[in-house]
């Protein structure tokens, strides 16, 4: 006889290094996301949770759960996903939207763009669909990240106040962090691909802390963060020169930004703030954002961004990246990865990026 699926598994979980937060049931939902920030801030509601989309305005998919589990560390995922009946897994590759070539040619008009144009930036992503043998648990693809990330990075987010699935990722880029008065970001910008050959790893980590165009891009998304964080913030610094960091797939270039709030705010309210960075979407923003929308397949919650926010105002939101939207019958999903465009960069560097970034997620499903 199957066991069944544990009564701990979790409609929405964000684990980090620093701590995890699961949570089940739904006692109410949002799909704007302002409301879901007064009902906290009046002390209606205790936590909201979720996702909030790529594009300003569309809907949210916020969830005030009935029951939450805080826990300090990483979540560590059930035997049940590990080695028990819902280790299962069985996916291939459906489709690519665009092709790889067609990706390369977006790349190439984008650089054109940026020549004749205001428009410094733009970050074009790729999809890749995916389809499933027998429907798929969300949560089991959140533990195989989980078990798969160098910080135990992992998140799910029910979708289902918008008709959707669930979305199911591992990313290590820090839109916003609130705890009490003193605000954190983790931008990430600049991105090169890790090498398992230990020299050439270490000799890709070190190009692209040199990388002139790395640098400029992820100058781009230290600026927008500061200069939206300086009129609700006593104090912000941010170190001049970012640092490296790694996921077991890329290396990026990092910036640890820091600051102290002068006026009470939540961590919803400060991600609705700064979001979308030119990290995921391009500067200036309004006209990186025209163009992704006329160019790419709507990217829904992908390169949105997920967590939570509590009535004290404490929360966090991640930027949702290395993620697939699951459908609701558990039987398709869509990957996503992107990468900053600009006026140096190269078609085919662009594509084998995306490629490399896109490992995270297909790893996952055993692609």
Excluded at 1 to 7: K, L, Q
């Amino acid at each position: 006889m199957s066991n069944p699926r544990p009564s701990t598994a979790p409609d929405f979980l964000l684990s980090r290094t620093h701590g995890s937060v699961r949570t089940q049931g739904s006692a109410r939902t949002f799909t704007d996301p302002w409301e879901a920030a007064e009902a906290l801030k009046s002390g209606e509601v205790e936590m909201v949770v979720g996702a909030l989309p790529f594009l300003h305005g569309a809907p949210a998919a916020l969830t005030v759960p009935e029951r939450i589990i805080r826990e300090d560390g990483p979540l560590e995922p059930h035997s049940y996903y590990r080695m028990g009946p819902g280790a299962e897994l069985s996916a291939s590759v459906a489709g690519f939207d665009p092709s790889p070539d067609e990706h390369v040619e977006r790349v190439a008009a984008a650089r054109a763009t940026i020549t004749n144009t205001a428009l410094e930036k733009v970050v074009l992503a790729r999809a890749v669909d995916i389809s499933f043998a027998t429907p798929v648990d969300p949560r089991l693809v959140a533990a195989r990240l989980i078990d798969n990330s160098h910080n135990f990075d992992g998140f799910i987010a029910d979708l289902s106040p918008v008709g959707r699935g669930f979305l199911v990722g591992s990313s290590p880029e820090v839109l916003i962090k609130l705890q009490g008065s003193t605000v954190t970001a983790y931008p990430l910008a600049g991105s090169a691909p890790r090498s398992t050959d230990p020299v050439k790893d270490h000799l890709a980590g070190a190009d692209l802390a040199a990388s002139a165009k790395d640098l400029a891009e992820h100058r781009f998304v230290v600026d927008h963060l500061l200069r939206l964080l300086e009129p609700v913030c006593g104090t912000v610094s941010a170190p001049e020169v970012p640092e490296l960091t790694k996921t077991d797939e890329m290396w990026h270039l990092a910036t640890p930004i820091v600051g102290t709030l002068s006026k009470p705010m939540t961590a919803l309210e400060l991600a609705l703030l700064v979001h979308p960075t030119p990290a995921i979407c391009g500067t200036p923003v309004d006209a990186a954002e025209a163009l992704i929308e006329s160019v790419e397949t709507p990217r829904g919650f992908y390169a949105g961004a997920v967590g939570w926010c509590d009535s004290s105002g404490d929360g966090e939101y991640m930027v949702a990246i290395r993620c697939a939207e699951v459908s609701p019958d558990g039987l398709t999903a869509r990957a996503w990865a992107g990468g900053g465009i600009v006026a140096s960069s190269s078609p085919e560097a662009e594509l084998s990026e995306t490629d490399a970034k896109l490992r995270t997620i297909l790893r996952a499903l055993g692609l």
